[in-house]
């Protein structure tokens, strides 16, 4: 799952006393070194970490929180990371996020077909997913599949037991 407020949230008070505190009475480090202050914020960032976890009922086993510093970062490491392959397919609308887009580099690169689904008038909705990426674009399992939801990119992994959203 992909996740991006832009940054733009209006913090609430309490957040910002509890921030204040947090920094005024500790130091804090990388997160990948071994010094105190470095292990104090790998505490901190193994417990965000197993927060977003929880609050996704997700299994740790099974799923890993990735911070990135922006979106670019975020889907960089989908298109790096993701297993296209020459019968898998990159389906997505023009209105994505612009690296959302750029995920496309990765999926030519491995032989993968990007196609850009149509948006419908008069308020350029995609037209039903789960029939567009199966009959128009022959939608392939263990492909991705992007769409734009509320103003902010969705992607879904497709395998072969479940259709698009």
Sequence with gaps: MYLDYTGG????????????????????????????????????VDRARRAVLDFFKASPEEYVAIFTPNATRAL?????AYPFAKNGQYLLTFDNHNSVNGIREFAQAKGAKVTYVPLEP?????????????????????????????????????????GPP
Excluded at 76 to 80: D, H, I, W
Excluded at 127 to 134: D, I
């Design 9 to 44: 949230g209006l913090y609430a008070e309490r957040q910002l006393r509890e921030y204040v505190e947090l920094l005024s009475g500790n130091v804090f480090g990388n997160p990948h070194s071994t010094n105190p202050a470095s292990q104090a914020m790998t505490v901190l």
């Design 76 to 80: 960089k490491l989908v298109g790096e």
């Design 122 to 162: 008069p308020n350029l909705r995609e037209a039903p997913c789960r029939k567009v990426a199966r009959a128009e674009f022959g939608f392939a399992p263990d492909s991705i599949f992007c769409l734009v939801n509320k103003a902010k990119s969705t992607i879904h992994q497709i395998t072969s037991t479940q």
